[in-house]
Every structure is written in C-alpha cells, then in structure tokens.
C-alpha cells in the first residue's frame, strides 16, 4: 500500500502561483497530477515516470512543471500563470509499476490516490 498526502492548494488570483506536494509513504516508480472541476470529470495534468518522462496536458504545458524528489518520496507540481480554468480539486497518483508512455495521464492507469487539495484561482 501506498499512502499520498497533498498540500499547497489554495486561493490566488489569475496570474498568480502555487506549488503543490505530494508526500508518498514509499517510492513508486509512475506519479502524477490529476485535477477535477466540479461537473467534469478527473483528468491528467502531468506525469513522471522514473526514466524521467513527463507528459503534461496541453492545457498546462508552458506553465506547470513537475519533479520529484526520490530522497524524499515527494511529487512537486510548480504552476505559474494560473488561470480560472484553472479552478480544481487536485488529486496525486501513483502506480506501483513502470507505465508505457500513452498511460501515463490515464486515470485508470494508478493504483493510489490522495485525498486532494483545492485550487482556486479567481479573476
């Protein structure tokens, strides 16, 4: 099993940043972000796989950069230039296995989810 816990959501205005953490219990080889807006559903934002792949989303490629530190079982995602579009429950994931390229901002593609943390980014 594996345990994430996200922090760094909030309220900012358009333009604005945030930096939001995922702290994992154990290292897991495939991470990612995934956001939901309410009446939508949950989609990738972007992904790390342990050879150092990272797709993003075309809606946030430019202004979201993702990372992780090994040492300290954490998943970053730095998103600058927010939008209210923007506006999210962000969600981190995690398999427990090497994923293939194309499954990477795939929600059925994760074993383990966090529990979320909003982002509001207001106009």
């Known amino acids: 099993q594996v345990q994430l816990v996200e922090s760094g959501g909030g309220s900012v205005q358009t333009g604005g940043s945030l930096r939001l953490s995922c702290a994992a219990s154990k290292y897991t080889p495939t991470m990612g972000w995934f956001r939901q807006a309410p009446g939508m559903e949950r989609e990738g934002v972007a992904a790390?796989?342990?050879?150092?792949?990272?797709p993003y989303a075309d809606s946030v490629k430019g202004r979201f950069t993702i990372s992780r530190d090994d040492a300290k079982n954490t998943l970053y995602l730095q998103m600058n230039s927010l939008k209210p579009e923007d506006t999210a429950m962000y969600y981190c994931?995690?398999?427990?296995?090497?994923?293939?390229?194309?499954?990477?901002?795939?929600?059925?593609?994760?074993?383990?989810w966090g529990q979320g943390t909003q982002v509001t980014v207001s106009s």
């Open positions: 994931a995690a398999r427990d296995s090497f994923a293939s390229y194309f499954e990477l901002l795939e929600e059925q593609t994760y074993n383990y």
């Open positions: 790390v796989r342990a050879d150092g792949t990272k």
